[in-house]
């Protein structure tokens, strides 16, 4: 067995109704306890979920660590997590969302894949859907199988985004078409664009040879700032952002099958088969993550893309801008207040992108065979 160092850090905010079902999935890894450190920090949490992670905190006592740290004030996911990360030890690290559950031999399957190659960044689980009504009580247990949540990041020739797999049933040797031409199979481990934000396993190396420096008013600090999530983006693509810089300074992220956890994505509860299921989910968000969505994914392109690779794929990046535009005209306008915001913060942005293609290690080319 893998006797690897392993750091889960947890970040969260008011998850009183999840967070005992994921600890007791962190408290029933395989992999020896001795060799796993947890760190979670609370964002300023206002319900009982202190209350919940104190009162469990003795369970977890032959784990290497059980450390908690209890912010006034939200921090943001990533940031949160970089803050984490000050205070992790282990060769490889788990960015724990507090509605995903981990299946037992997650920590110890995940570690056996991650550790066959030095220059693998980061793993990207097999995620399933789940919902808070199929757990009885207390037991977190749910039957492997069902529908897909993620199996990671797929990106197309538009810049279109999307989670491979997403409600897709996973019935034994399966496929889903990302592309027309093109198929994902859920039951081979394989290499995919980048990992994405609800139960990444990240090396910890890998993490820190992303850092870059900032300043933002999101920082914990005032003036220049190292930074490996993107303190500008506060929530919401900063997984994204992170996944594609990895990528492009030479890291390889691969989706591993045996690596099993669910996530209950509220978001996406309901899959949207008509345009008018769309508009429900997307009213069902908050503006500020619809603001978010729009100029963050944005920014993750113009600090990560070649300028050569975006040439090449203009008439599919301006038909969907343009797509997009009629679309936020005429049912959600209010996104444009961003658009301000956008521009203020666009300087910065570009210093960032300056940083980032002094160190690139992935060419052009070697990026573009990811577009599909």
């Given at each position: ?332 306008p209010k996104i444009l207040a961003e658009v301000p915001t956008f521009f203020r913060l666009l ?26």
């Amino acid at each position: 067995m893998n006797d690897a160092l392993i750091t889960i850090n947890l970040v969260v905010l008011n998850g009183e109704k999840y967070v005992r079902h994921c600890l007791n999935s962190v408290k029933d890894q395989t992999h020896p306890h001795n060799r796993i450190e947890l760190n979670i920090l609370d964002n300023g949490s206002v319900d009982s979920t202190k209350t919940i992670i104190k009162e469990m905190a003795g369970e977890f006592s032959d784990f290497l660590k059980f450390n908690l740290i209890e912010n006034d004030k939200n921090l943001g996911m990533w940031p949160g997590q970089e803050k984490l990360l000050e205070h992790s030890a282990g060769e490889y690290v788990i960015i724990l969302s507090v509605d995903v559950i981990l299946d037992k031999d997650f920590v110890s399957n995940a570690v056996k894949a991650i550790s066959k190659d030095e220059k693998i960044g980061a793993i990207q689980a097999k995620v399933y859907k789940y919902d808070l009504s199929d757990l009885e009580n207390e037991n977190y247990k749910i039957k492997t199988g069902g529908t897909i949540d993620t199996c990671g990041f797929q990106i197309f020739k538009s810049r279109r985004i999307i989670n491979i797999g997403h409600g897709e049933k996973d019935n034994g040797p399966s496929f889903t078409k990302v592309s027309a031409g093109k198929q994902f199979d859920f039951n081979k481990e394989q290499e995919i664009f980048a990992v994405e934000g609800a139960v990444p396993v990240f090396r910890k190396n890998a993490l820190e040879n992303c850092r870059i420096m900032g300043q933002s008013e999101g920082s914990r600090e005032a003036g220049i700032v190292s930074e490996i999530a993107d303190h500008d983006m506060f929530w919401y693509a900063e997984d994204l952002d992170v996944a594609w810089r990895m990528r492009l300074f030479g890291w390889k992220q691969l989706f591993v099958p045996d690596v099993i956890a669910w996530h209950d994505r509220q978001t996406t509860k309901n899959l949207s088969r008509t345009f008018s299921d769309f508009l429900k989910i997307r009213r069902r968000l908050s503006l500020q993550k619809r603001r978010l969505e729009w100029r963050n994914i944005r920014f993750t392109i113009i600090k990560n893309d070649y300028t050569i690779n975006i040439l090449k794929d203009l008439p599919h990046i301006l038909k969907r801008e343009i797509m997009m535009l009629g679309y936020i005209i005429i049912f959600e306008p209010k996104i444009l207040a961003e658009v301000p915001t956008f521009f203020r913060l666009l300087p910065r942005i570009l210093k960032k992108r300056g940083q980032i293609m002094k160190r690139r290690v992935a060419g052009p080319e070697e990026m573009r065979r990811w577009f599909i």
